[in-house]
């Protein structure tokens, strides 16, 4: 009896830290503005694109970004490759010369584990401009994308999260993942809207070069593949006296297309849990494993249920009852500000299967020994 109860205060408590969790996204939502100046800053902006074996990709990229509804003589387009052993090089070598437009290759030994991250400090180092701005060679950007996303740029800003999409098929699968994603950018957003920025994606953001230098930039990671994005956007936080902003517009989107198999999705989202364990904050760290302890306890309570006693089966009951209506409520406020509405029609059964893959890409990513862009990679 005593065990029993230890048992369910526990899973009570682990239930109660989720539902705070997600209020605050809900209501950091709120927070969030898009009343900003329409004007562009007066800043040189730089983008970065690394890429590696993107011939399918690249010139779309390269298209869309020399497309811009920007002046052209205030930003430069920085295309950087990564040991690419494709045709994606000679493909961007053989385009007409641009004058805002260069094209640089990694030398091997240049931070040679950073892998993605050494591509974009590279392509800082080669950079004039001001503001850096960060994407990725397999995404698509609306004309006004720029624009849209750097209105929100202001004297007080060091670093911009702007919004990403999963383009999706008519197949299931893919439905899932892009409300799976659009979770993890509302998420993002609302912690930002919170003042507790935890989470981005460097496939759509900008930051000021001279705070990327103030909090060292990309020092302390470059023993890592990932942590361009959101380690950096901590660093920003913690160690500097600027804001962190979202861009909430919808034109500031940029989409990309959602994982073609499962396997590629679950190294994904390994290679993404990773960075949690080089949180420089440790009470984060502990809020993180308390939420996937939460998760943990729903796979725990059904079967403590069968072994233990039938009570397990009300607290499970009640921790997903919870579970699901909360996160609804978060993801249909997010939706409505960013995305489609019918981006929400396979919520419940991708509500039943986030459980066990959250489980496992989280405890998996804790080893390391990823894949990214067919190399195996330690962290």
Request: proline share 2%.
């Given at each position: 009896?005593?065990?029993?109860?230890?048992?369910i205060?526990?899973?009570?408590?682990?239930?109660?830290?989720?539902?705070?969790?997600?209020?605050?996204?809900?209501f950091g939502l709120?927070?969030l503005?898009n009343?900003?100046?329409?004007?562009?800053?007066?800043?040189?902006v730089?983008i970065?694109?690394?890429f590696?074996?993107?011939?399918?990709?690249?010139?779309?990229?390269?298209?869309?970004?020399?497309?811009?509804?920007?002046p052209?003589?205030?930003f430069?387009i920085?295309l950087?490759n990564?040991?690419?052993?494709?045709?994606?090089?000679?493909?961007?070598?053989?385009?007409?010369k641009?004058?805002?437009v260069?094209?640089?290759?990694?030398p091997?030994?240049?931070?040679?584990?950073?892998?993605?991250?050494?591509?974009?400090?590279?392509?800082?180092e080669?950079?004039?401009g001001?503001?850096i701005?960060?994407?990725?060679?397999?995404?698509?950007?609306?004309?006004?994308?720029?624009k849209?996303l750097?209105?929100f740029?202001?004297?007080?800003?060091?670093?911009?999260?702007?919004?990403v999409?999963?383009?999706?098929?008519?197949?299931?699968?893919?439905k899932?993942?892009?409300?799976?994603?659009?979770?993890l950018?509302?998420?993002?957003?609302?912690l930002?809207?919170?003042?507790?920025?935890?989470?981005?994606?460097a496939?759509?953001?900008?930051?000021?070069?001279?705070v990327?230098?103030?909090?060292g930039g990309?020092?302390?990671?470059?023993?890592?593949?990932?942590?361009?994005d959101?380690l950096?956007m901590?660093?920003?936080h913690?160690?500097?006296?600027?804001?962190?902003k979202?861009a909430?517009?919808k034109?500031?989107?940029?989409s990309?297309e959602?994982?073609p198999?499962?396997?590629?999705?679950?190294?994904?989202?390994?290679?993404?849990?990773?960075?949690?364990?080089?949180y420089?904050?440790h009470l984060?760290?502990?809020?993180?494993?308390?939420?996937?302890?939460?998760?943990?306890?729903l796979?725990?309570q059904?079967?403590l249920?069968?072994?233990?006693?039938?009570?397990?089966?009300?607290?499970f009951?009640i921790?997903?009852?919870?579970?699901?209506?909360?996160?609804?409520l978060v993801?249909?406020?997010?939706?409505?500000?960013?995305?489609?509405?019918?981006?929400?029609?396979?919520?419940?059964?991708?509500?039943?299967?986030q459980?066990?893959?959250?489980?496992?890409?989280?405890?998996?990513?804790m080893?390391g020994?990823?894949?990214?862009?067919?190399r195996k990679?330690?962290r």
């Open positions: 009896m005593m065990i029993e109860n230890i048992l205060v526990v899973f009570l408590i682990l239930l109660i830290h989720y539902v705070i969790f997600l209020s605050k996204i809900y709120s927070k503005t009343k900003v100046s329409e004007k562009i800053p007066e800043e040189i730089s970065i694109v690394p590696r074996n993107e011939e399918k990709n690249i010139l779309n990229t390269y298209t869309n970004l020399t497309s811009q509804n920007y052209q003589e205030k430069e920085i950087v990564d040991s690419s052993d494709d045709n994606s090089l000679q493909l961007l070598e053989n385009l007409p641009k004058e805002n260069f094209i640089y290759s990694v091997k030994d240049y931070s040679a584990n950073a892998h993605k991250k050494r591509a974009i400090r590279f392509g800082i080669k950079s004039k001001e503001i701005v960060t994407t990725d060679a397999d995404c698509n950007h609306k004309k006004d994308w720029l849209n750097l209105k740029m202001d004297k007080e800003t060091g670093l911009i999260s702007g919004p999409e999963f383009i999706s098929n008519e197949k299931l699968f893919s899932m993942q892009r409300l799976e994603f659009a979770g950018v509302i998420t993002g957003a609302g930002i809207g919170s003042g507790n920025p935890i989470i981005c994606n496939a759509n953001i900008a930051y000021r070069k001279k990327f230098d103030e909090v990309f020092t302390y990671q470059m023993n890592l593949s990932s942590g361009d959101e950096l901590q660093k920003i913690r160690d500097s006296g600027y804001q962190i979202f909430l517009d034109n500031a989107i940029v990309t959602a994982n198999t499962l396997n590629d999705f679950y190294h994904q989202r390994k290679r993404w849990a990773s960075k949690g364990l080089f420089g904050d984060l760290l502990l809020k993180l494993v308390l939420i996937f302890l939460f998760y943990l306890s796979i725990v059904p079967i249920g069968f072994v233990l006693s039938t009570k397990f089966f009300i607290t009951l921790s997903l009852i919870l579970k699901i209506s909360s996160e609804y993801l249909k406020k997010g939706t409505d500000l960013l995305f489609e509405t019918k981006i929400l029609n396979p919520f419940f059964i991708t509500e039943i299967l459980v066990p893959y959250i489980l496992v890409s989280g405890f998996m990513g080893f020994n990823l894949v990214w862009k067919d990679i330690k």
